[in-house]
């Protein structure tokens, strides 16, 4: 058997680094277009979560308009309550509520006048 010639042996070798190259580009590809994919859900994610801050943020403010309304109307009849003659202590004992946590509900109006504890 004869030898190749250095030049035979010379294009050999460049073709298997041309085939390496071609190989290892085409890797590159594919982890670029997967690391995009990786970045779009990351997107996703964020998006996700910002949309959730805000509806829970709305969530928060019906709440405490609700909360509002209501504690307004609980001040009505604690108020209902006062103008019957009922001390604020017999009110309390009444509904459960500490004198504080009757304070609470006592309509301003009422807490200025010279009532009884």
């Given amino acids: 058997m004869s ?3 250095k030049s035979s042996a010379a294009l050999a070798a ?3 680094a041309r085939a390496k190259a071609e190989e290892i580009t ?10 995009a994919g990786f970045f779009v859900h990351e997107d996703q994610l964020t ?3 910002e949309d959730t801050e805000q509806k ?3 969530l928060r403010m019906a709440a405490e308009q ?6 307004a109307e609980a001040m009505k009849v604690v108020g209902r309550m006062l103008e ?8 309390g004992e009444r509904l459960g509520l500490s004198s504080a946590e009757l304070k609470m509900y006592i309509p301003p109006v009422a807490q200025k006048s010279p009532e009884e504890n």
């Fill in 3 to 5: 030898k190749p010639r």
């Fill in 14 to 16: 460049r073709e298997k």
């Fill in 26 to 35: 085409r890797r590159n590809e594919e982890l670029i277009e997967l690391a």
């Fill in 47 to 49: 998006k996700i979560d």
């Fill in 56 to 58: 829970i943020a709305e």
């Fill in 66 to 71: 609700k909360k509002t309304t209501t504690q």
């Fill in 84 to 91: 019957t003659g009922e001390s604020k202590k017999s009110i």
